[in-house]
């Protein structure tokens, strides 16, 4: 049975999950920030397996949601570190698959701090079932069929990082496209940018804060987003964080170390625009694993 989705929803929530194509994990990013910026592969010296389930305005139809995956880890040559990444996105009728590899090649520039620079590459499918759609006029020949395209994915990202800081600037891609169109441009004027940074201060025997900022410039549609997070760890074993973005929204994240290796995180988004009137917010959960050890071999054994 088709769904019944009033076309303003449908374009509110096109445009913004189409400008938040790289942002299934943003909410938690400062605890994987491979996934904002693939210069950080090897930061955690160990492979690291990271998975994440985030669903967006809870109770309204069509809401987005999305699952994120990724891998990455240092090999026998600390110098280079490989990853790579899954993403699935659902918003409204459309839905975005993607995946991306990734090559970093690490300077060690003290005997605490690594600087990286990182190439990507891979692609996403797009994918709308227009004919999904009912519109208050009754049928549209413009929601007649559906679509679908494949997008390629080139990034780069540079990154510096020690055990109390971490610094990095990244390209998820160079390429510039519309959502359904079938042409590339490649303009850096029209490209999104990721900053991000963040440092650790001791608070006390068992106490850590740790601030950090990311912000997103968005070329194509001339839009800066800033994040401003706190984060407070208890015994290296509690996290418990604050983040203010300025599209209005507050995120409340609270992370448990299981075990030395096995971590688990939850956040709740809650949106202070008017769209707050008809959902309960935005949940995300996830869990990230580190085999607790360097790779001893060129060619890395994925469990």
Do not use: C
């Not at 088709?2 to 374009?11: F, V």
């Not at 990724?70 to 600390?78: M, Q």
């Not at 020690?162 to 496209?177: E, N, R, T």
């Not at 006390?204 to 987003?225: N, T």
Request: hydrophobic share 40%; proline share 3%; net charge neutral.
């Amino acid at each position: 049975m088709k769904k019944l989705i009033t076309l303003n929803i449908l374009l509110f929530l096109t445009v913004a999950a189409a400008t938040a194509q790289f942002d299934v994990s943003m909410s938690q990013y400062m605890y994987n920030r491979y996934a904002i910026n693939k210069a950080f592969a090897g930061s955690r010296d160990a492979l690291t397996l990271f998975g994440s389930y985030k669903k967006g305005w809870v109770g309204m139809e069509g809401s987005p949601s999305g699952q994120y995956f990724s891998a990455n880890t240092p090999l026998k040559n600390d110098k280079i570190a490989l990853g790579l990444s899954f993403f699935n996105q659902q918003y409204a009728v459309s839905q975005n698959t993607g995946f991306a590899l990734s090559y970093t090649y690490r300077i060690r520039t003290n005997d605490h701090t690594w600087l990286g620079f990182a190439l990507s590459g891979g692609g996403n499918f797009v994918s709308a079932k227009w004919n999904d759609v009912f519109t208050i006029d009754g049928n549209d020949d413009a929601f007649a069929t559906n679509e679908t395209s494949f997008k390629p994915i080139i990034g780069f990202g540079i990154s510096m990082y020690s055990d109390k800081f971490f610094a990095g600037l990244s390209i998820p891609s160079f390429f510039v496209q519309s959502e359904y169109a079938d042409s590339l441009d490649f303009d850096m004027g029209k490209i999104n940018y990721i900053a991000t940074a963040g440092y650790a201060f001791d608070a006390g025997e068992k106490w850590i804060i740790q601030p950090s900022f990311m912000a997103r410039y968005d070329g194509l549609m001339s839009d800066l987003i800033v994040d401003i997070n706190a984060t407070v760890i208890w015994n290296k074993l509690l996290w418990l964080g604050v983040s203010y973005r300025t599209t209005s929204d507050i995120v409340g994240i609270v992370g448990y170390q299981i075990t030395p290796q096995l971590r688990f995180a939850y956040s709740y988004n809650y949106t202070m625009t008017e769209i707050s009137s008809y959902n309960s917010g935005t949940h995300e959960i996830s869990i990230q694993y580190d085999f607790n050890f360097k790779i001893k071999t060129p060619n890395p054994r994925f469990f």
